[in-house]
């Protein structure tokens, strides 16, 4: 009898710890693996948040963790730049729109930038994080801001 | 007399452009960090966008809050929620002010300059007045930003009252900026 409790017990207190060490170790998501909600062109996308920003962000972004919509965005390369982390980022945008989506590569995408020129018409699968918003008064200009982005050949 | 009439407007024309013209960042670096006897959280965001305009001292901020990575998935989880920061609703937080000690200030001579900025910060739909210093470095033209301070999460309707949250979250967290700006 009092081994069977011990044997319960210490059957319990493995459970605890797994539990414990799951949640500490749990992974980000990678973003790269999740199957695209939809592939959809830089100019729509940048249209669907200028014409209705509620619907928009209620459609891509993701209320119980953050972890927005992956999408595949297509377009023409506008400017290629780098943040303070040093990850690629590449501006796919028209040329007679004011905005665009800003797609930020990961340091370990990174080097798929490397072939890319500007005028280039490309693929991008990444997370979105905020959508297009232009403030006449301050000339503030706000891409829709993609991240852990990778090429998609 | 029509060609110097033109002259004169475009002169005019090209002082007002140069005037407003504003230095801008689409890759400002935000960070913010709690520390409890319980735990140290911080947090990294690379996508701050920021435009300042020398001539008038309009200082403006747009952060989208789901780019603040956190070294443990479960705490970016809890963060983007609706019990945290809802960044559904609230994808975006944004300051509108100024530099109000301008004359201070010589963007056209290399240098650091301390910036008082004042103006209304919005985070998780709640608005502050705030008012805190910023250092800003001038070099070839290029200007860095950089401040650092502290908000009360209650200000901003974060509370925790009950549980784990509670205890491992500071009531106060540090933020920290550094602002890449150029022409």
Redesign the interface.
Known sequence: MKSKIIKIVLALIVIAIGVVAYLWFMPHRNVQSVKAFKTIDATALVNEFLTDKEKANALYLDSDEGESKVLIVTGIVAKISKDQLGQQVILLKNKKDKMGVSCSFTLETNNQVNTIKIGDHISIKGVIRSGAEYDEDLDLIENVIIEKSALIK | MKKLFLAILLISISITTFGQE?LKT????IKFFSTTPAEDIEA?N??A?S?LTPSTG?L?F?I????FEFE???M??H????KFL????F??AKF?GNITNLSAINFSKDGTYAADVSGDLTIHGVTNKVSEKMMLTIKNGAVTGTTSFDITLADYDVVFTKGKPSKNIAKSVKITA?L?YTK
């Open positions: 504003k689409t890759s400002g670096h990294n690379y996508k966008i435009n309009d403006v747009s989208p809050m789901q780019s443990k998935a479960l970016q989880k963060y983007n929620s609706k809802n960044t559904k609703k994808p975006k509108k550094n890449n």
